[in-house]
Nanobody, 115 residues
Framework: QVHLVESGGGLVQAGGSLRLSCAASGSIFSINGIGWYRQAPGKQRELVARIFNGGDTNYANSVKGRFTISGDGAKNTVYLQMNSLKSEDTAIYYC?????????WGQGTQVTVSS
């Protein structure tokens, strides 16, 4: 059993910042990758940022230069620092975890950016 607990979402004005956290627990022996996807109303879920074992990262083009993903291996936790937020960043943000070829999702945390 794997559990993902997300926190840090909320309402912020355009240009502001938020920091999301996702802590993984349970039957985790080795995390292959962890990160964030998001889904806006009426749109498909899309990658925001991921970090892989070894330190490689992926970012969506739309967030490069504004968002930074980082991880704390000792705590099985991933962070997403979101700066210069835009109204188009409004979405539900889901934590994503890859362990031994299996993908797990968090319950989602709402991020709303007001213009």
């Amino acid at each position: 059993q794997v559990h993902l607990v997300e926190s840090g979402g909320g309402l912020v004005q355009a240009g502001g910042s938020l920091r999301l956290s996702c802590a993984a627990s349970g039957s985790i022996f080795s995390i292959n990758g962890i990160g964030w996807y998001r889904q806006a109303p009426g749109k498909q879920r899309e990658l925001v940022a991921r970090i892989f074992n070894g330190g490689d990262t992926n970012y969506a083009n739309s967030v490069k230069g504004r968002f930074t993903i980082s991880g704390d291996g000792a705590k099985n936790t991933v962070y997403l620092q979101m700066n210069s937020l835009k109204s188009e960043d409004t979405a539900i943000y889901y934590c994503w975890l890859l362990v031994a070829g299996e993908v797990y999702w968090g319950q989602g945390t709402q991020v709303t950016v007001s213009s």
